[in-house]
């Protein structure tokens, strides 16, 4: 399968752990890695699974690099019809009442384009016990295993 792991971040966490995903997938997919300040919405295509990694910060805003991609995919308001892709956040529960905004509204703004969302969004809590990854390796492995039980079904 044809992934791209998409991600936004502040201070590196999102693109660290989009990179370990990426290790963890490559052996049995052709997996590509892009900061999302660094993607247009334009380059959506829709054979592709796109994996995004996404922090929140402040009250719940999306971190620096993932806000030029926002405000461009609100701009040109693409048809994103036939994009799939899973969403994972990033997040501190010590902001309760704003935890995993960023994701979230992330994911909102790419649907109301027309894209379909594959799973469940999943938030770490960087104030639990959990590592990241040991969310994410599974959370990744469950969005594949959908999307290719999609895609078979639609061929």
């Not at 999943?122 to 959370?139: C, K």
């Amino acid at each position: 399968m044809n992934i791209m792991l998409l991600y936004g971040t502040e201070t590196g966490n999102a693109e660290m752990l989009a990179e370990d995903i990426v290790g963890e997938l490559s052996g049995e997919h052709d997996v590509g890695c892009c900061n999302l300040s660094d993607f247009s919405p334009d380059s959506f295509e829709t054979g592709q699974l796109y994996l995004i990694v996404c922090s929140s910060y402040g009250d719940g805003e999306l971190p620096a690099s993932a806000q030029p991609f926002a405000a461009a995919l609100q701009a040109s308001t693409p048809d994103l019809a036939g994009v799939h892709f899973g969403i994972f956040g990033l997040g501190d529960s010590e902001y309760e009442e704003t935890f995993g905004f960023g994701s979230k509204g992330l994911a909102e703004l790419l649907a109301s384009q027309g894209a379909v969302q594959i799973g469940e969004r999943i938030t770490h809590d960087a104030s639990g016990g959990d590592m990241a990854e040991d969310l994410a390796f599974p959370w990744a492995a469950q969005i594949v295993a959908l999307a290719e039980e999609k895609i078979s079904e639609t061929a």
